[in-house]
Every structure is written in structure tokens, then in C-alpha cells.
């Protein structure tokens, strides 16, 4: 179930925010349908986002990719200029990195074999037992290890590689965002995968910028108010998550 939305590389440590400058983007685009790969272009909401925020910053975007473990530090270094790339904000990374205006509520889901559907939906200590895949670094693998210690955990480069091994039983179930789960239910209808009925967190995704890069937050802060209230922030994410209320 989701929620409603809330509304090459340069070496340039930190480069100008005004118009005519090129805009770095960071992205990991492994997670579905807010950022991956079509062939050998990127796709989803992230996407389409950095596009509409570039034209209106009158910057041209260059798309940044990295594994998601590489994502802020590439920021705090000066490789890139924002992430967009479908990151929670968490009390952690908002001790590197600063937060522009959160864009979309998500949370923790789990994606099961049909059978599996209402196994785990007590919580009731079950899940300790079970083998769960994540991708590594994310909010879905810190709850893995804070909430279930003891469930054996298997790393996934991508949302894709995870449902994989879903449906080939080598794992019991895959967390992630709710707006993958949902994707990758789509997908993997004709492999029977099915979210499981629980939100095991609350969260809000939002785009990172250097602490020190006011400018630059300011602005993407005056576009988001701006697409929130002429309905193309919404428009934006209908359209790669047709079910989103």
C-alpha cells in the first residue's frame, strides 16, 4: 500500500548554482520505477524529476551514475551536486548531507511467493528465522538488522536481482520501498510475487544537497513548492505509480 505524496564526472569541489551551469546529478538507478535503466537510458520519477528541475534552474543535467553505497560520499566530495535517487531521510545521512523539502511518504514493504502472502504478517518473531534479501546501505537493510538481528540477510545490487531470487527460492522475502514492492508485483505477476499486507516503516524520500550549498537547496526547495501546487508533482508520480493515492 502507498501513501500519498507529501506535498562523465567533474572533479569541481563546489561548483556555482546559477543558471548555465551544469547540474550533476547522483543516481543508482537500480530501484524501479523510481530510477533505473531503459536500455541505455534512465528512466522513472527521478528521472523525470532532475529533467523538469534542470529546465526550471535553466541548468543542463548531467546524470551521475554510482552504486548506491557511493552516493554521498560522492556528494560530500564535490563529484556531484544532488542525489536523486529514491533516498529516505534519515536522522544519519542528514549528519553529512542536507535534505531539500521531502517529495513522496514511502515505506518498508516486503515482497513474497503468493503462497507467503499473509505468513508473516504478525511480525510475531517469525522473520528471525527466515532468509531476507535487501540492498545494502539502504533504510530496508538497517530495519533487517535492527528489527531482525537474527535473520540471515542476502545483499542484491538491484531491486530486479532480488525479485530474481524471490521467485528461484533462495531467499524468503525482499525488502524494500513500498513504491518497488508495488512495481515489482506488476512485473513479476506471471512469477506469482505478491507484497506481503504490512508497512514495516514510515518514511519520506527527499533529494540530498552539500550542507554547505545553501543556494542550490533554496532553489530546489522553490521548485518543489511550485510543482506541489500546480499539480505537476503529483502528475510526475501517477505516472510511474499509477496506484499512488
Partial sequence: MLN????????????????????????????????FKEGKDLAGVE??????????LGRQIQFVELPWEELINALVAGKVD??????????ARESRVAFCDPYL??????LVRAEDRYRFALLDGGLSKRTIGVKKGTTADLLVQQEFP???????????????????????????????????????ESKSLVKAP??????????????????????VNAYLKKVKENGELAKILKRWIPRLQ
Avoid: N
Fill in 47 to 56: 528521472a523525470d524529476f532532475a529533467q523538469a528541475l534542470g529546465k526550471e
Fill in 150 to 188: 537474527r535473520a540471515q540477510r542476502k545483499y542484491y545490487k538491484s531491486a530486479d536481482d532480488g525479485a530474481k531470487a524471490l521467485s528461484k527460492k533462495q531467499i524468503d522475502l525482499f525488502i524494500t520501498d513500498s513504491t518497488v514492492v508495488s512495481y515489482l508485483e506488476g512485473m513479476y
Fill in 82 to 91: 544532488i542525489i536523486m535517487s529514491s533516498m529516505s531521510v534519515t536522522r
Fill in 105 to 110: 511518504r514511502v515505506g518498508q514493504m516486503a
Fill in 198 to 219: 504490512m508497512i514495516f516503516s514510515d518514511e519520506v524520500l527527499g533529494w540530498a544537497v552539500r550542507r554547505s550549498d545553501d543556494s542550490l537547496r533554496d532553489s
Fill in 4 to 35: 500519498s505524496a507529501i506535498c562523465g564526472v567533474s572533479m569541481a569541489a563546489e561548483p556555482a548554482t546559477g543558471a548555465g551551469q551544469v547540474l550533476r546529478v547522483g543516481v543508482a538507478p537500480q530501484s524501479p520505477p523510481m530510477i
